[in-house]
């Protein structure tokens, strides 16, 4: 049975940073993109970072690029999502995604997705 652990999320002021971790199990880490989703109150959940299996394409969305940074570590099974500069908008329930194939694109689309954590709460205070 296929397991995400999500962890790292936690209440920060404007400008913070965070790190949060995705450890999955259950299925051959290497072989898939995997991908960090955000739903905040009210909202659809949106894209924010996606990384092919090997880590070496990523993609991110217009919000967070050049702030954000996807990593993995094929040997633990876990992905990571750096934040830095973090605006009161980031706040949000942020879940870690498993794509359905290698590329970094099969992780962006919830189409693409084929299972989701359980969640990790960011909340970012002005």
């Known amino acids: 049975q296929v397991r995400l652990v999500e962890s790292g999320g936690r209440l920060v002021q404007a400008g913070g940073s965070l790190r949060l971790s995705c450890e999955v199990s259950?299925?051959?880490?290497?072989?898939?993109?995997m991908g960090w989703h955000r739903q905040a109150p009210g909202t659809e959940r949106e894209f924010v970072a996606a990384?092919?299996?090997?880590?070496?394409?990523?993609q991110y969305a217009d919000s967070v690029k050049d702030r954000f940074t996807i990593s993995r570590d094929n040997a633990k099974k876990t992905v990571y999502l750096q934040m830095n500069s973090l605006k009161p908008e980031d706040t949000a329930v942020y879940y870690c995604a498993v794509g359905d194939g290698a590329m970094s694109r099969r992780a962006v689309d919830a189409q693409g997705v084929e299972y989701w954590g359980q969640g990790t709460q960011v909340t970012v205070s002005s």
């Open positions: 259950g299925r051959t880490f290497s072989l898939y993109a």
């Open positions: 990384i092919s299996s090997s880590g070496a394409n990523t």
